[in-house]
């Protein structure tokens, strides 16, 4: 009678090394107590998803925060989802967020010693570990064909019991040793199934590092663990790397609960300590009315993409992640004036569990915080890029008078509280295009939203007096009691209080004639600042502008 050590030579000739090799090659980690070895473990299927970054920069602070490592392997064990070169732009993606792994797959080359970092490239391990199994009989072969299957199944259908591949429906999990080393020897084809010792009727506790104590159904299902590809599955793959990799927490997407049960029964088997789990939950989404969990085909926000097209802060993106990722964040944000993540103590503990909702005016509201309080000199590059990627006609405009954009970008900026228009960059040149005589001009070659109350012919006379005698390069007091003083000459009264108390003895209040002067200028009733703006405009145009729109009244 053949042994287990037959069939596991038989199987696979080429594996020399043994599990201890493998745990001398990849010894535990000399690492400060309480420092936590993390991981993004993506699949490269194609974009970054919000779910992933938000994923990732959980797992990227939490290994920050404790002095430990943060990884990035590369789950390429699908072939048929692999998209060529998605591994790549993720790795892109996830440093435009400033998540920059310590150890990992980089398109270079790995950085690390406990790679490879690309599961493709770690056959060897996981045929080492399979083969140990197969010796110790916690694997085996399985020559089921798709139909076999299927024929299993509909058995399993008729008789109400569960779908799988467990107990006396895993066909061939009792066939003797030379059973199959005959049918290997014969060429049928096989996958390695992992031989479980659950027992469904009992259960499986762990702990999860966000939801405290979880209690699932042992596992007992034989799980594919080695496909005909000669590659492993998500389970084994998952087990083989996060133990070598000395990973101590482990921060995955929450649909990955219902199967720890089997990846605890792996570790078990393989008498591995398991690494602590942290099941992050899925950001969701108010879809009339229903919460129901973002969606990588119906909505657009799922992919990061989206944001960085739009001309979002990476920044703003990650602080709002942050804010619901720990309901605490944004209390502390608005005490401490700070939007540095790096500041904040993040707590796994405290990740909310209701599921994250995707808020976008909240990001507004953090994005247009963070734009504002940005360095003028960093600002103007940042939106010089996005115009660059985005916006030909709008770099087109900054690069031809640098200096004339910077003065429009710090309107209402250099101060306590500044300004906050912009949510992201594609807001801004809609709003300040104005500035520019041949935007200007198309803007005012529409009707201009003057106040029906005043006569025409008073708002004509105003601005043409405007035009000639408004003073510029005085400050805002003078040049304001300057336009109190044309204004009252034109028959608008000289403040809001002399208005209300008589308002059929002048054609306006003093806020009538400021607006009937911003429309002249800006071609809207809203504007930042309007001695700011006719500052940076300087008198010639001003004057001009002024004096176009009187004529055309
Ligand atoms: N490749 C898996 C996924 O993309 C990773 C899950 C994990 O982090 O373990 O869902």
Redesign the pocket.
């Known amino acids: 009678m053949a042994t287990n050590e037959e069939l596991a030579e038989l199987l696979f000739p080429e594996v020399t090394e043994t599990i201890e090799d493998l745990e001398k090659r990849f010894p535990p980690r000399n690492l400060p107590e309480g420092a936590q070895v993390t991981?993004?473990?993506?699949?490269p299927t194609g974009f970054l998803h919000t779910g992933s970054l938000f994923t990732s920069m959980i797992s990227y602070i939490v290994a920050k925060q404790s002095g430990g490592v943060y990884c990035f392997r590369l789950?390429d064990t699908d072939t048929k989802r692999t998209i060529e070169g998605s591994g790549d732009l993720l790795i892109d993606q996830l440093a435009v967020f400033g998540i920059n792994a310590d150890e990992g797959y980089f398109p270079g080359g790995d950085k690390g010693a406990y790679g490879p970092y690309k599961q493709s490239e770690r056959r060897m391990i996981y045929k080492t570990v399979i083969k140990e199994l197969i010796r110790r009989g916690r694997a085996y072969p399985d020559f089921c064909t798709p139909e076999d299957l299927d024929a299993i199944r509909k058995a399993q259908e008729a008789s109400k019991v569960l779908p799988g591949y467990y107990g006396v429906y895993a066909r061939d999990r009792n066939l003797t040793v030379d059973e199959r080393i005959e049918k290997i020897k014969a060429g049928t084809p096989w996958v390695i199934r992992f031989y479980s010792n659950g027992d469904h009727s009992r259960k499986t506790k762990f702990i999860d590092a966000i939801r405290g104590e979880i209690e699932l159904q042992d596992n007992d299902t034989d799980v594919v663990i080695l496909k005909s590809d000669g590659l492993p599955t998500?389970h084994f793959a998952?087990v083989c790397d996060d133990h070598f990799m000395r990973t101590t927490l482990?921060?995955?997407?929450e649909e990955?609960i219902p199967s720890t049960p089997i990846h605890l029964d792996m570790f078990r088997a393989l008498e591995w300590k398991a690494p602590k789990y942290a099941h992050i939950p899925s950001i969701m989404k108010l879809d009339h009315g229903n919460k129901r969990k973002l969606s990588k085909r119906k909505d657009a926000e799922a992919a990061v993409s989206y944001f960085l097209d739009l001309g979002y802060n990476p920044e703003a993106l990650k602080v709002y992640l942050m804010s619901i990722a720990n309901s605490n964040f944004e209390e502390w944000a608005i005490a401490n004036k700070t939007f540095d993540l790096g500041k904040f103590k993040f707590s796994i503990k405290k990740m909310s569990l209701d599921g994250a909702l995707f808020d976008l005016d909240k990001l507004n509201y953090f994005s247009k915080e963070i734009i504002a309080r940005m360095p003028l000199e960093e600002e103007f590059l940042a939106v010089r890029a996005y115009a660059e990627a985005h916006e030909p006609e709008f770099l087109a405009k900054i690069d031809a008078d640098p200096s004339y954009f910077k003065k429009i970008l710090n309107i209402e900026k250099d101060r306590k509280n500044p300004r906050k228009d912009y949510a992201k960059y594609s807001d801004i040149y809609p709003l300040i295009r104005f500035f520019y005589d041949d935007e200007y001009a198309k803007i005012a070659a529409n009707p201009l939203p003057f106040n029906e109350n005043a006569p025409k012919s008073t708002i004509k006379a105003f601005l043409l007096d405007a035009s000639k005698s408004m003073p510029f390069g005085v400050d805002e007091a003078a040049w304001f009691a300057a336009v109190k003083e044309l204004g009252a000459k034109h028959g608008y009264a000289s403040s809001n209080k002399d208005y209300k108390e008589n308002p059929s003895a002048f054609v306006g209040s003093l806020s009538d004639a400021a607006e009937a002067l911003r429309i002249a200028i800006v071609g809207s009733k809203e504007s930042p600042n309007l001695h700011e703006i006719i500052e940076i405009l300087g008198q010639e145009r001003v004057s001009k502008r002024l004096e176009g729109v009187s004529a055309s009244l």
Not at 39 to 43: K, L, V, W
Not at 250 to 253: K, V, Y
Request: glycine share 8%; net charge positive; proline share 8%.
């Open positions: 991981r993004f473990a993506p699949s789950e998500y998952h482990i921060t995955r997407g990955w």
